[in-house]
Each structure stands twice: as structure tokens, then as C-alpha cells.
């Protein structure tokens, strides 16, 4: 649901506030408006934002607007608010320090609200704009935070500020006084340690109490009781390069103080002293343990979020605000509205690689119990089910019927025939035969395996089904089933609708049992044999550009794609193998050549060595265009590298692209344009084929342009990390020593707004 939006100049202590914008979420309802003055905001889109802002002609006193990118962003608020900036993120550092307009983009979580006096938080527009040196408090206090020593953000993972171990830290505006700090108190913060620098890794404190990472990888909180220092410790057993939730209480109950330590939602320790809570004047520290000048113990790792209450949160209360911060940990940029399950084992948060607990994402807590052990493949970054007795029950699903309008979306490959008639994916009923709500399975019929799915509308087994075209073995597909009660159903496959079955209506019906992943009883089981990276659930009715979006990884434009490689998606490229698979129907598949390597950076990318490391493209005419877009997500090469070409060099010249650390090069029949600028390191860039010559493009920023030897001749192959010759005894050269995680390839000139667009859509995963 969106967050609800009032206008105050008085206030509203039960929200989250920035100037006279307060977002309702969580704990406390906010309606109805005519006594709250809280309205229904608007959901940004994926990639995008939302604008709000005062306008008193409105009934409610607010106005609002979507923008759809970085490039709309500028020309919006100069368009509106008379301003002259250039960039995105002087846009987004002025919104932040209005007290009448405020850009958002996301809905925000539902935390806990009642007593939050502090509320840091970098993956919100309105806390931190991502740059500049003030970290804004949501909390009603007003309690911001200043960064020292250029501690970094990554819109990555949600969005986080990175603190480097050495002199980084972030001290809070606040005072000792009991408004802020009493003897009843809570501390939070979602933190990822990337290595030890010290006995005691303190995250956030002042002085005493403060909040440690230990290098025995222990969590200490040490707080002062009766002028005596107190503390409790948790059992050594946290890595690093792990988000986790720490959240730590105390409690006055006369004579004592209770002190406590959650991690991850779960009470790990608990200590009673006598006395209370001592006070100190230090100033409360993000990074390290107190606010002055030389640094007593930084922590070097990544913080996305501290929150502190004047209050002691219940353990329910703590549980909700775990749960609610586990969606922001899902990097791939995907529909998240009304979405009520998302398993994912190639995330570390949901699945750390061992264990028997599968962790919902979603914040429903719809956890996977892994039983009779199925494992983890630690190069696709899979569940593995041996079809013999491995499934994952799913707790808390007994009573979680989706009977009117659901989508169900899941990533797998299977690895043999199956041995009888068929086995299942996914399932809510233990027996299809006894009241079913939902199954989908891989059937075996006279036209191969296929995908299908079938569900129960009035009392009538298979009446809503649908089937695949034939799937073949090891070989990783995208899935995903929606269902409206009105108007049917639908299955896609690699975003390919099926044909096949029937498209029945009417309510599902339910059941008591748990939705399970790998088998289902039907006169005996039918176990699953294969993988799954990850599975999710709406309960909605995901439109077809919604099932799109989760394909691609997010919200990319798609009118005249043509080729389409990502190195982070199973379905392109697995981590393993010489063939790297277009994403589109064109079937414009890459090969390997000469052991081309494959990095997890940025989730997936292949590496070329420069050497002698090349990927071809056969040739295919919906390659040919006289008008072409390239885009690539990559890092800059050191030597005359030449990252993609159609055709021969020198004869027979579609189009290129080469990408040194001092320029950009857009190749053509005549020779090469190029536009000189600093590219060190990882890029988005954009080369655009119009008509006229070439446009330049850099992570969603227009470079330049040039008009110069324009001529390209479309046709032959596509060859990725080098050049053929059209001499033979130099069958290729100028071999590009990069990582390549991303190749797009458009048969028209993109726009500036639909670059953006794209630039936008996955930047969080490459921290751009």
C-alpha cells in the first residue's frame, strides 16, 4: 500500500516527518482523513520518483507528480520551481532541504512509529539524497546527522553509507536531555560488517551505551548503570559481507535495568543490573562510539538504517521491524507492490548458502523449511531438489489462501525426464485430488515436457489450467502464473504466453495447507528434480509489462530490443558454460571463445582478459539496423580494447563500440567517432546510431555529440571483446580486457528520456 501523506505546520509525532510532509506508516492507523488529515500517497514505479509538494488550491494541501528519471527529474523541478540545475542530484540535495516539497523513491516500510525519535535511513530520498554531508532524521525530533571524513553512499542493496574503518563517522544532532534519552529505550541499526579493524567494531553509540561488532565476531552492548559499566554479549557466530538487523532495549523495573539483544528479529541475551540508565554528554555516533575528533573504534562495513525510540519496543515490535526492512534487500529492481512471498537463495539475507531456513523477504515471514535435504549450488545460487524426498514447506501458509486474484513467479531449470507422468514446482494442497487451491508441474506428454499449471475454481479440478510450449532440460527458465477470478488466467514462460489449456474463472478454493516447493501427493508423490533460484508471490494480478519487468530485472524500455545479455540473470547465463543467452525471443546468443571467465561483481558479469578472450553473436537480420542503440554495463578498458562490433573491421562495418578510460568510441564503416571523458572504472554507457551522426551517453548523462564519418553498414556478426579482421591472418584483435555485465541492443535511436529510463532501472545493482 502507499504511504499515506499529510501537510502540517503543527505536526504529527506518530509519522515519519521532513519539514511539513508527513509519510504515515506502521504501527498507527491514519485515517480516516477528514479528522487525520493523512491521504493516500501514490507508489513511485520502480526506478522512478514521486514529487510532493505543498499547493493549497488542493483539498488536502498536497500535490503531486511522477517522474519517470534522472534527465525527467531535472527538467521537472526547473520546469516547476524555477530552478537551473544540471543534474539529478543537485535536484534531489535541494528537495532535501525544502520544508514544503519532498521527492520520494519508494514507499516506505512499515516500522514501528510510536516513540521513534531518531530515524536515519540512506535507502530514502528524504533522509539521504545520496551525496552531501547531512544525513536528514525522519523521526520527529529532527535529529540529523553529519558525515565526517567522506563516508561513502551505494545506492546499492537498497541504499547504504559506507564507513571505512579508519576516520570515517557520522555524529547525530542531539542532546542528553530525557525527551531523547531515558531509562526505557531502544536502539536499531541494519549494518554489514566487511572486515575486523579492531577488538571492538562499534557501529553506533555515545560513549556509553555503545554497539559493537567484536572481532570474535560477537555482538557486545555495553551501556553504563549506576555510573558502572554494564554489558551483554551475544554468541560469536555473525560474518562479514552479511546484513544484519541488531536491535538492543532497555527497561526500568524497579530496583533494576533490564538490558537486551535482539539479532535478526530473535532475542539471542539479557542482563539485569541495579540502578538506572546513566546519561553521558557525548553526542550519539553512527560508525564508531563517540563524537569526538580522534576515532576510538570505527567500524568499516556498510549502514543503512539506525533507528532509536524513547520507548522499549515489544518483541513483536522489533519482529515487525525486521520484517519490514527484509524487502529492501532484494537488489533486483522488481514489481514489490502486494508482494506477499519472495524466497531468493541468491541473496545472502534470504539464503546464507547452508542451513535449513529459507528467509521470506517480503516481511510476511512466510519462511521455507528446507526438509529432507535439499542443498545449495554455489555457482547458479540455487535450492537443489534431488527428486527423490526433498521439499520446502513454508511456514505461516496454512491459512493463506489466494482465492480471487494471485501471481506466482519462480526461476528454475529441471535436470532429467520426469520418471512418471509428472512432478511439481510449487503447490498449496497436499493431494490434488482432495480440495486443491493451486499446483503447477512439469508435465510429461507426447509433446515433450512442458510447464503447466492448474488450479480449482468451483469445485472443478484443471478448470483454470495452462501449458508451456516444450522445455528442455538444464536449462533455466523465468516463469510466471497470474490469475484474475473475472477474467482467467495466464501463464508466462521466458515472458512468452502460453496457448495451451483452458482459461477458466471463478473464486479458487482453499485449504489448510502449507504451500509447498517440490513435491505434491497425487496417488503418490511427485517429487521435483532441479533447481530454483527464487520464488515469489502477489497477491495480485501482475499486468503483462509487470511480468516484463521481473524478467529483465527491471523496468528497461522495450520497443525495438533486439538482443538482450545479462550476466546477473540465470536465464541469460548460469555462471557456468560457453553460451551466453539473449533474454529476448530472437535467440541471439553469445559464444565463448578461448576460457572467458565469469565474475560474481554487480552480481554477474564476464570477464574478457584481453588477451585473446572474444564472445560472437551469429548473424541474424534482427541485428541489422541502419539506426542502432548500444548499450553496455561494463568496466573501462586500459589498452585499445573494442568492447562490441557488427561485422568485419575495415570492410564489411556495421557499427562498434569501444570504451577506453579517456574516451568513447561509436565505430563505423568510415571510421571511428569518439568523445573524450574521464571513464575509470564501472560505466553505463549509451552509443546512439540517428541519423545524423552519434549521441554519447554515460550512466544516464548526456555527453555530446558528434556527426563525423557516420556510415554504418548493418550486417554479419556480433563479436563482444575484440574485433574480427578482414585480414585472415589476423582473425581478430584489439582485445578489451573488461568486465561485461550488460549488453542491449536496440533496433531504433533511444531517447534521452528512455536511456535515462534504463540507466535508472538497474543502477542499485551496480551501486551507479
Known amino acids: 500500500m502507499p504511504n499515506s501523506i499529510k501537510y502540517s505546520t503543527t505536526g504529527d509525532t506518530l509519522s515519519l516527518k521532513k519539514g511539513n510532509l508527513f509519510f504515515g506508516v506502521g504501527d498507527v492507523p491514519k485515517g480516516p482523513s477528514n479528522i487525520t488529515q493523512h491521504y493516500n500517497g501514490v507508489t513511485p514505479q520502480s526506478g522512478s520518483y514521486m514529487v510532493y509538494f505543498y499547493d493549497p488550491a488542493q483539498p488536502n494541501n498536497i500535490g503531486f507528480d511522477p517522474v519517470s528519471s534522472d534527465p525527467a527529474l531535472v527538467e521537472y523541478t526547473n520546469r516547476m520551481f524555477g530552478t537551473t540545475f544540471t543534474s539529478a542530484s543537485q535536484c534531489l540535495a535541494w528537495y532535501s532541504t525544502q520544508p514544503n516539497r519532498s521527492c520520494v523513491n519508494k514507499d516506505y516500510e512499515s516500522i514501528v512509529t510510536n516513540g521513534l525519535v531518531l530515524n536515519l535511513d540512506a535507502g530514502f530520498l528524504p533522509s539521504y539524497p545520496t551525496s552531501g554531508t547531512t544525513w536528514y532524521d525522519m523521526g520527529y525530533s529532527g535529529n540529523n546527522g553529519t558525515l565526517i571524513n567522506s563516508p561513502t553512499f551505494n545506492p546499492s542493496e537498497g541504499g547504504y553509507i559506507n564507513f571505512d574503518g579508519v576516520d570515517d563517522y557520522g555524529p547525530v544532532g542531539e542532546s542528553s536531555s530525557s525527551s531523547v534519552y531515558g531509562n526505557n529505550q531502544t536502539w536499531s541499526a541494519w549494518i554489514n560488517r566487511f572486515s575486523s579493524v579492531n577488538p571492538f567494531n562499534m557501529f553506533m553509540g555515545r560513549q556509553l551505551p555503545y554497539f559493537s561488532f567484536r572481532s570474535n565476531n560477537d555482538f557486545l552492548f555495553s551501556n553504563s548503570i549506576n555510573d558502572n559499566q554494564r554489558s551483554i554479549y551475544s554468541s560469536p557466530i555473525y560474518t562479514n559481507n552479511t546484513w544484519i538487523y541488531a536491535s538492543f532495549t532497555t527497561e526500568y523495573v524497579s530496583p533494576n535495568t533490564i538490558m537486551k539483544m535482539y539479532i535478526n528479529g530473535v532475542l539471542v541475551n539479557t542482563g539485569e543490573f541495579s540502578g538506572t540508565q546513566t546519561n553521558y554528554s557525548y553526542r550519539f555516533t553512527v560508525g564508531d562510539g563517540r563524537d569526538t575528533s580522534t576515532r576510538w573504534?570505527?567500524?568499516?562495513?556498510?549502514?543503512?538504517?539506525?533507528?532509536?525510540?524513547?520507548?522499549?519496543?515489544t518483541p513483536t515490535e522489533i519482529l515487525q521491524n525486521y520484517?519490514?526492512?527484509?524487502?529492501r534487500f532484494n537488489t533486483s529492481n522488481v514489481v514489490k507492490s502486494n508482494l506477499v512471498l519472495n524466497l531468493d537463495a541468491s541473496n545472502s539475507v534470504s539464503y546464507p548458502t547452508s542451513g535449513t531456513t529459507w528467509t521470506d523477504l517480503s516481511g510476511d515471514g512466510y519462511n521455507g523449511t528446507l526438509t529432507n535435504g535439499p542443498t545449495f549450488d554455489s555457482t547458479s545460487k540455487s535450492i537443489v531438489f534431488d527428486g527423490v524426498d526433498d521439499i520446502v514447506v513454508l511456514t505461516g501458509t496454512t491459512n493463506a489462501n489466494y482465492t480471487r486474484n494471485i501471481s506466482i513467479e519462480y526461476v528454475f531449470k529441471y535436470n532429467a525426464i520426469p520418471p512418471g507422468y509428472a512432478y511439481h514446482i510449487l503447490t498449496k494442497g497436499k493431494n490434488i485430488l482432495t480440495n486443491p487451491n493451486f499446483a503447477d508441474y512439469l508435465l510429461k506428454d507426447f509433446g515433450g515436457v512442458r510447464l503447466m499449471y492448474s488450479a480449482n475454481a468451483g469445485d472443478s479440478w484443471k478448470s483454470v489450467?495452462?501449458?508451456s510450449q516444450p522445455l528442455s532440460a538444464n536449462t533455466w527458465y523465468h516463469a510466471c502464473w497470474t490469475y484474475d477470478s473475472t477474467l482467467g488466467g495466464n501463464l508466462y514462460v521466458n515472458t512468452i504466453a502460453a496457448t495451451g489449456g483452458t482459461s477458466g474463472t471463478g473464486v479458487l478454493a482453499t485449504n489448510t495447507e502449507p504451500i509447498r516447493i517440490g513435491d505434491i501427493f497425487y496417488g503418490g508423490h511427485s517429487f521435483f528434480?532441479?533447481?530454483?533460484?527464487?520464488v515469489r508471490i502477489y497477491d495480485r494480478t501482475l499486468s503483462q509489462s509487470e511480468v516484463i519487468q521481473n524478467y529483465y530485472g527491471g523496468p528497461i524500455v522495450t520497443n525495438g530490443l533486439v538482443m538482450y545479455l545479462d550476466a546477473g540473470n540465470l536465464v541469460s547465463y548460469s555462471g557456468a558454460g560457453t553460451t551466453w543467452y539473449d533474454l529476448t525471443t530472437n535467440g541471439n546468443n553469445a559464444t565463448f571463445y578461448n576460457g572467458v571467465g565469469f565474475s560474481t561483481t554487480n552480481g554477474g558479469g564476464i570477464s574478457f582478459d584481453g588477451v585473446d578472450d572474444y564472445a560472437v553473436v551469429l548473424a541474424n537480420s534482427s541485428l541489422n539496423s541502419s539506426q542502432p542503440t548500444v548499450e553496455l554495463i561494463m568496466t573501462t578498458t586500459t589498452n585499445g580494447g573494442n568492447i562490441l562490433a557488427q561485422g568485419q573491421y575495415g570492410s564489411n562495418w556495421g557499427y562498434g563500440v569501444g570504451v577506453k578510460l579517456s574516451s568513447i568510441l561509436a565505430r563505423n564503416n568510415n571510421g571511428d567517432s569518439s568523445l573524450s571523458v574521464s571513464n575509470s572504472g564501472l560505466v553505463h554507457v549509451v552509443v546512439v546510431w540517428d541519423g545524423s551522426g552519434n549521441r554519447f551517453?554515460?550512466?544516464?548523462?548526456?555527453?555530446?555529440?558528434?556527426?563525423t564519418n557516420y556510415s554504418p553498414n548493418p550486417g554479419g556478426q556480433v563479436t563482444i571483446g575484440g574485433v574480427r579482421s578482414q585480414v585472415p591472418s589476423q582473425n581478430l584483435q584489439e582485445f578489451a580486457n573488461s568486465i561485461v555485465s550488460v549488453v542491449r541492443i536496440y533496433n531504433r535511436p533511444l531517447s534521452e528520456l528512455e536511456i535515462g529510463q534504463n540507466f535508472n532501472a538497474q543502477k542499485s545493482r551496480f551501486g551507479l
Open 697 to 707: 551517453y554515460k550512466n544516464g548523462v548526456f555527453l555530446g555529440r558528434t556527426t
Open 297 to 313: 573504534y570505527p567500524f568499516n562495513g556498510k549502514v543503512s538504517n539506525v533507528m532509536v525510540y524513547n520507548r522499549t519496543l
Open 465 to 467: 489450467s495452462k501449458y
Open 529 to 534: 528434480n532441479g533447481n530454483v533460484d527464487y
Open 323 to 327: 520484517n519490514a526492512g527484509l524487502s
